[in-house]
């Protein structure tokens, strides 16, 4: 089935007077190209930082997929070049996020949302991470990639808010060509959970007065799996299926990347190709794979996410936490639900602190 034949329910995007600017950290993801695909079709502008290995179209499956997709689709198919732009960029080095910031200006005169979707995922026990120095760098490498990656491109572009007047009727600017736009924040994956939301909560109350709006968009996390690299530690013997017999997730996601005929990326350098069988995160060096899902399967997991971005994206009051899919608006609901029936549980030992104001300043006089 080719794309073209695929029909899925169009994108609804709020009501805006003129085409918004986007910037999407990660724009050789499967997310980016797909989000990319809508927001052009729609009209608005977009601005795609890719990492150096990813624009120069080598051999690692994301670097073929955003080829293809940057040069059948937005050159030659529809003619999308003077609304797009490509930008390379590593989020982990602040001088090119700020690079990026000041090209995406100097392209579209602002920047009107900014979506944070780099992510990646790492499988292995805390043993197993903690072997060897370079197991152990994988872990600072997830976080630079998920945490800091997104703290660095907000700090690059939040300099050019400084100037927002104080007048939030008419929303106007002055010297600078930034609008008052919308931070859309995906989920973090694998990297401490906790400490993206509360990161993002605080800064949504630090930049409300400049009247910018920070959501954070929780995908389910077959998403975050299935659409970024995954790196898999050595693993330890004690972990073997012969002295261990209970089933494994990187042997589940192994298999499952081997039914979908994901190759991988193996090896410490990189630079060998590793074998496609269900076994590939078992092996005694690191692996890393990019999950290669067909056209359909990409487009048809990632609907809802899309759809949840375009209705978000340039919202005059978009929510602070927006959950994607029945699953995960269920697993919400099933969470409040337990923290309210521990909350009623010892709402008695809660409430058994209070002082009551009268009386006990006479009680304490008398027994003085």
């Known amino acids: 089935m080719t794309t073209s034949a695929i029909a899925f329910p169009p994108c609804k995007f709020p009501a805006h007077s003129e085409p918004r600017v986007w910037l999407l950290t990660s724009g050789a993801s499967p997310v980016s190209i797909n989000l990319c695909r809508q927001l052009l079709a729609h009209g608005d502008f977009v601005v795609l930082c890719v990492k150096p290995s990813e624009a120069t179209g080598d051999n690692s499956v994301r670097a073929v997929d955003f080829s293809a997709f940057w040069d059948e689709e937005v050159l030659v198919k529809h003619g999308w070049r003077s609304r ?3 930008v390379e960029m590593e989020a982990r ?6 690079a990026a910031v000041a090209q995406a200006v100097d392209a579209f005169r602002k920047v009107d949302i900014l979506l944070c979707c780099s992510s990646e995922a790492i499988i292995g026990t805390v043993e197993e991470l903690g072997a060897s120095f370079r197991t152990a760098a994988l872990i600072r490498d997830q976080f630079e990639t998920n945490y800091f990656g997104h703290v660095n491109m907000i700090k690059a572009a939040l300099p050019n808010k400084s ?14 060509p ?64 012969d002295k261990n017999p209970a089933p494994l997730f990187r042997e589940i996601i192994g298999g499952l990347l081997s039914r979908s005929n994901s190759p991988s990326l193996a090896a410490p350098s990189g630079s060998s190709e590793g074998h496609d069988d269900s076994g590939r995160f078992s092996a005694d060096e ?18 809802e996410t899309i759809n949840a971005l375009t209705a978000i994206g340039g919202h005059d009051n978009p929510p602070a936490r927006q959950i994607v899919g029945h699953e995960g608006v269920a697993s919400v609901k099933e969470k409040l639900k337990t923290v309210s029936e521990e909350l009623e549980d010892f709402v008695e030992a809660s409430c058994a602190v209070d002082i009551e104001e009268s009386g006990s300043p006479q009680q304490g006089e008398e027994n003085v």
């Open 163 to 176: 100037a927002i007047q104080y007048d939030f009727h008419q929303e106007t600017v002055a010297d600078t």
């Open 286 to 303: 690191i692996v890393t794979s990019y999950p290669q899902l067909s056209e359909y399967s990409k487009r048809q997991l990632l609907a």
């Open 84 to 86: 797009a732009r490509i």
């Open 93 to 98: 080095n602040m001088s090119q996020c700020q």
């Open 178 to 241: 930034l609008q008052p736009g919308i931070w859309v924040l995906l989920g973090l994956g694998c990297t401490a959970p906790p400490s993206g939301p509360l990161k993002d909560s605080s800064l949504g109350y630090e930049v409300a007065p400049f009247n910018i709006k920070v959501t954070i968009v929780q995908p389910n996390v077959e998403i975050n799996v299935l659409t970024n690299p995954i790196t898999a530690a050595p693993q330890q013997p004690q972990y073997s299926r």
